[in-house]
């Protein structure tokens, strides 16, 4: 049983390139969320999808922040022009159908210098 | 705003004893209830659960209870040890028109249980 994994788990880049991340949820779960952890802060809500839609995005979500699933399985989440707030921990979570529980990755923890 | 709350940031507690994170929300919307347990390095991992419909829910060593009308819960953990130390995050969940049943966390409990 294996569970979410996320990839890298640490990323450090200069101000204003661009980042990518990918998720791979448990294979059964159709729901896989992204969430933001900030130090001192418990994870914030950022986007989720069912299958291969996006049906939801956060305010936190700016247009700098782009997610995908292309085909309802992995997903990536690209972040473009970084910037130095954007430094975190990106979580990805997924959940099954007819449960409320959601079961997280490890994180990738992102430093912007 | 934040809509779930955890006010104590740290909690010590003896090997042996019992250990009570508590929480309030303000969402009267929230219809689940959620705790996990963080270690340094790592995901939030699920813990324990319960729905709005109940008041209590047990597991092993683990109990949460829920106070609707106070909008808070709780989570008991008994005895405490040591591998139980962890940051504890309550999370709750409300319906959207989207389906997500998005999690809403608090800021987190540092829990210390001294040997």
């Known amino acids: 049983d294996t569970g979410v994994s996320q990839d890298p788990r640490h990323k450090i880049t200069k101000r204003g390139q661009n980042v990518t991340f990918r998720c791979d949820p448990i294979s059964e779960h159709n729901r896989l969320y992204w969430y933001r952890q900030t130090l001192g802060q418990g994870p914030e809500f950022l986007t989720y999808f069912q299958n291969e839609a996006q049906l939801e995005k956060s305010r936190l979500l700016s247009d700098r922040f782009s997610a995908e699933r292309p085909k309802g399985s992995f997903s990536t989440l690209e972040i473009q022009r970084t910037e130095q707030g954007d430094s975190a921990m990106y979580l990805c979570?997924?959940?099954?159908?007819?449960?409320?529980?959601?079961?997280f990755g490890p994180g990738t923890r992102l430093t912007v210098t | 705003d934040q809509q779930v709350k955890q006010n104590s940031p740290s909690l010590s507690v003896q090997e042996g004893r019992i250990s009570i994170l508590n929480c309030d929300y303000t969402?009267?919307?929230?219809?689940?209830f959620l705790w996990y347990k963080k270690y340094p390095a790592e995901g939030p991992t699920f813990l324990i659960s319960?729905?709005?419909?109940?008041d209590k829910n047990e597991d092993g060593r683990f109990t949460v209870f829920l106070n609707k009308s106070a909008k808070h819960l709780s989570l008991h953990i008994v005895p405490s040890q040591p591998g139980d130390s962890a940051v504890y995050f309550c999370a709750a969940s409300a319906y959207s028109g989207a389906g997500s049943y998005q999690l809403t966390f608090g800021k987190g409990t540092k829990l210390s249980v001294i040997p």
């Open positions: 319960i729905s709005s419909i109940k």
């Open positions: 969402n009267s919307m929230f219809d689940y």
């Open positions: 979570a997924s959940r099954p159908t007819g449960a409320y529980e959601q079961y």
